[in-house]
């Protein structure tokens, strides 16, 4: 009886605490573990506020854990706050001699010049396992909980009452209550559940007084095909049919469309043959896809590396497209932003598919001359990452897809600082406006060419706007979105550089202490008052003369 009388108290106080944890309400709910995302939780703990993140997939860190080692820097003085601290942890794993098994520190190169980690206060380049090393130090030196493999709930995720994101619900039923919300997706769904305005895809030119957005073809000369590369799937017969990927139709100069920059996969690859894994063909191969590859590399052009490979300390890569047939899967991604779990799972496959025979067909087919072969058979997926997923980044690499419409909208013109300046600055922007490639399509003389790539920067560093990361206040009162920001096609270009979405993910945390604090909508915020808090934390917001 005593024993049964102990069961029956331990199951009561089990049952207790499940419906606590079930029922409690948090400060901050973030959902996604990207890396704005574990950047927002780490500053809520630091500002005493309670946090939970809630991540749809079982990847933390983003691009950043995964694959994406060669940050996309821009300007480093305007990198601050705990950003900045990101990169000089990634500092100090480095000086662990301990960490560097494939290689001699003095081996690995950075701009042609052997590594001095005594330059800097940070390090800037990085294996995938050095970035998780350091947000997983982050969450456990904060006690961070982190749920993964949580869907929201995209018919009836999100419950509102007066304005304001009460609960969300997850497809598993789980739900989580919080005073503030923040959507650290790339994709922004808890934003579009919860009523947001949002829109994706390019704008016209005419929208925001533009000049780089829109449908492309003047701007094309980066990652072109030369001249002479047909088309058709019989080559010299329209009849035929085009090539798989290929439009016939452009849309006009300057217009907008639905259509996204291409994604790929930033592929961690090396060349140690003892970590080394050879690319096997994949089931799903279909050659078709890479005819255009052939033709290009049988039409002539001179040989250049068919994927650019970013040199990462230990003989690793961060892997990314490079010329007019790379890593980039051109024209397969339009239905991402707005589409369901199933067909984003379905696209992400299709880029797999297309990555691993991509690298099969440049180290085996027979097409491929055979001193090119040579060359891309010293290169497999390294052993020692991301294990648990066969070796291969489970992350691709979202460049975009939907952005927040919100009463503040940057633009290109803000990139430029034409005529207009952002007058509540909460980190800054720094990078060149750079699209990657919307659409393959045949031009007036019967040859394929790339469209959409817009690569303009020249710009000093600019300051992104605090309105751009708050919804419209009639839609919601106590969310942020510091990744699907609102701005153009062109600005977002700019802004998409994995250390902004740090910076803003921190001054996104910031703010909602302060709403917490205030009991005010975000955007009733006093900025004064917020980048008093930012410049205690060392957040950039202005570029040092």
């Known amino acids: 009886m005593k024993n049964f009388s102990l069961f029956l108290l331990i199951i009561l106080t089990l049952c207790s605490l499940n419906s606590c944890l079930k029922n409690k309400a948090y400060d901050v709910v973030i959902y996604g573990a990207t890396s704005a995302g574990i950047i927002a ?29 060669s940050t996309d820097i821009g300007n480093k003085k305007v990198i601050g706050g705990i950003s900045r601290e990101f990169y000089q942890r990634i500092k100090k794993y480095y000086e662990n001699p301990d960490n560097w098994k494939w290689q001699k520190p003095s081996e690995y190169l ?63 039923g789980k739900s989580f209550k919080g005073k503030m919300f923040i959507d650290a997706t790339y994709e922004g769904d808890l934003m579009a559940v919860a009523g947001v305005s949002y829109t994706y895809g390019r704008e016209s030119n005419s929208q925001y007084n533009e ?61 140690i043959p003892e970590n080394r894994i050879d690319v096997e063909k994949p089931e799903n191969y279909n050659e078709s896809e890479y005819e255009l590859l052939f033709r290009y590399i049988e039409n002539g052009d001179p040989y250049r590396a068919l994927y650019a490979r970013g040199m990462m ?19 397969k991604n339009y239905d991402y932003p707005d589409g369901d779990y199933a067909k984003r799972e ?15 067909t440049l180290a085996n087919h027979p097409r491929i001359p055979e001193k090119y072969r040579n060359e891309y058979k010293k290169w497999g997926l390294a052993k020692d990452e991301y294990v648990s997923y066969g070796n291969f980044t489970p992350q691709i690499y979202v460049r975009e897809a939907r952005r927040m419409v919100s009463d503040y909208v940057m633009t290109e013109l803000h990139c430029r600082q034409a005529g207009v300046s952002a007058e509540q600055s909460i980190g800054m922007g720094a990078y060149t406006m750079d699209s990657h490639h919307v659409q393959r399509y045949v031009n007036d003389e019967g040859w394929v060419k790339n469209e959409g790539d817009v690569e303009v920067g020249g710009f000093k560093p600019y300051p992104i706007d605090y309105r751009s990361i708050v919804p419209k206040k009639n839609e919601c009162g106590n969310l942020f979105v510091p990744v699907c920001l609102s701005s153009t096609h062109m600005a977002f270009g700019s802004i998409r550089m994995e250390p902004v979405f740090m910076v803003l993910g921190q001054s996104a945390a910031l703010a909602a202490c302060l709403a917490i604090d205030e009991k005010i909508p975000v955007q009733d915020i006093d900025y004064e008052v917020l980048k008093t808090i930012l410049l205690e934390k060392d957040v950039i917001l202005k570029y040092p003369d």
């Open 41 to 69: 939780a780490v500053e809520t703990a630091r500002s005493g506020k309670t946090v939970i993140i809630i991540n749809p997939n079982d990847h933390i860190g983003g691009l950043t854990t995964g694959g994406l080692g």
């Open 346 to 360: 379905k696209i992400i496959a299709e880029h797999k598919d297309y990555h691993l025979g991509l690298l099969w």
């Open 110 to 172: 950075v701009h042609g010049e052997p590594l001095d980690l005594t330059k800097e206060d940070a390090f800037w380049y990085f294996e995938p396992s050095a970035a998780m090393s350091v947000y997983q130090d982050f969450i456990n030196e904060y006690r961070i909980p982190i749920l993964t493999a949580e869907r929201l709930d995209l018919e009836k995720g999100v419950t509102k009452a007066d304005g304001k994101i009460t609960e969300i619900t997850m497809e598993s």
């Open 211 to 271: 000049t780089l957005n829109g449908v492309q073809t003047q701007r094309g000369k980066y990652h072109q095909f030369p001249d002479g590369i047909d088309p058709y799937m019989e080559p010299g017969n329209p009849e035929s049919g085009l090539l798989p990927n290929v439009n016939k139709d452009t849309g006009e100069e300057g217009t907008g469309d639905k259509r996204i920059q291409a994604y790929n996969f930033r592929m961690c690859l090396t060349d």
């Open 313 to 331: 300390p230990n003989r690793k890569t961060d892997a990314n497209n490079g010329g007019p047939f790379s890593t980039d899967f051109i024209g």
